[in-house]
């Protein structure tokens, strides 16, 4: 049920639009009263932009509740607690979405969070990120088990879920908060990252220099609710962003295989 408390903690939530506040406004001022009433209004005004998944985070989670959703919620704490356990990794390759899946359903694999690192931001929202400025880029941090599976196997993935010849973006998701980043937790995993990257360019199969860049972990901000496993929580959304993604990796692929196989100049 809708309530004073769910509406005024949306209310002070980073990161929504004025227009959705000014719902979440109009329904806290009638929801003392009549609680289903304020519920079905403003199922309705959100609607148009939640059929077009156009909703901030926090706000389509609370629409998937008014609509009787099931909203699955990350557990963070669990997430914090697999890592004083077990080793991570943390990479970024375009937008997180896409990146959860591959890794989280690998054995071995312990926790995959969606956030945002390797800016100067403290405590950054998605639209933080998303308007520039913060150095942030989109991200997922991985709690591993190294008895099951090797940071060297985590990179081999990696490479194929990126792509390393684009340092502007990846694929259809561009600026700078895409670029691809392997994020080292210490110097023996830089060290590997550095010989894996370095064993990639010598394959040339790229047929243009491999940019990703190295470098030393930063905090790690999670991303919010709606972004956790979102694979899971929007099915078939994610289903087509997957799809769109990977044809263009295939494409891009055997445009470079072509351009060594005739020794056409290679242009970025």
């Known amino acids: 049920m809708l309530t004073v408390q769910t509406l005024s903690t949306l209310l002070s939530t980073p990161g929504v639009r004025d227009w959705e506040r000014q719902q979440l406004q109009t329904a806290l001022t009638q929801v003392a009263r009549d609680p289903k009433a304020a519920a079905r209004q403003l199922e309705a005004a959100l609607r148009p932009l939640a059929i077009r998944d156009n909703l901030t985070p926090d706000v389509a989670d609370l629409y998937a509740a008014l609509t009787g959703q099931p909203v699955s919620h990350f557990d963070f704490a669990a997430h914090q607690a697999a890592l004083a356990h077990y080793p991570r990794a943390v990479f970024a390759g375009g937008c997180f979405w896409c990146l959860v899946a591959p890794f989280e359903t690998l054995p071995g694999i312990v926790s995959v969070e969606s956030g945002y690192t390797g800016g100067h931001l403290d405590h950054p929202t998605y639209a933080d990120v998303h308007l520039g400025g913060t150095g942030h880029v989109e991200a997922v941090e991985i709690a591993f088990d190294p008895a099951q599976i090797s940071y060297s196997q985590l990179l081999d993935l990696y490479w194929q879920l990126s792509d390393p010849t684009d340092n502007l973006g990846q694929l259809q998701d561009r600026g700078p908060m895409y670029r691809p980043v392997i994020f080292a937790v210490d110097e023996a995993q830089r060290q590997q990252a550095e010989a894996s990257k370095a064993a990639l360019a010598q394959t040339a199969q790229f047929g243009q220099p491999i940019v990703t860049e190295i470098t030393m972990a930063k905090p790690f901000w999670p991303a919010e609710n709606y972004h956790?496993?979102?694979?899971?929580?929007?099915?078939?959304?994610?289903?087509?962003?997957?799809?769109?993604?990977?044809?263009?990796?295939?494409?891009?692929?055997?445009?470079?295989?072509?351009?060594?196989?005739?020794?056409?100049?290679?242009?970025?």
């Open 228 to 268: 956790q496993q979102f694979y899971l929580k929007q099915p078939q959304r994610y289903a087509r962003i997957h799809r769109a993604r990977q044809q263009l990796l295939t494409w891009k692929h055997w445009r470079n295989q072509l351009r060594r196989l005739f020794h056409r100049p290679q242009h970025a």
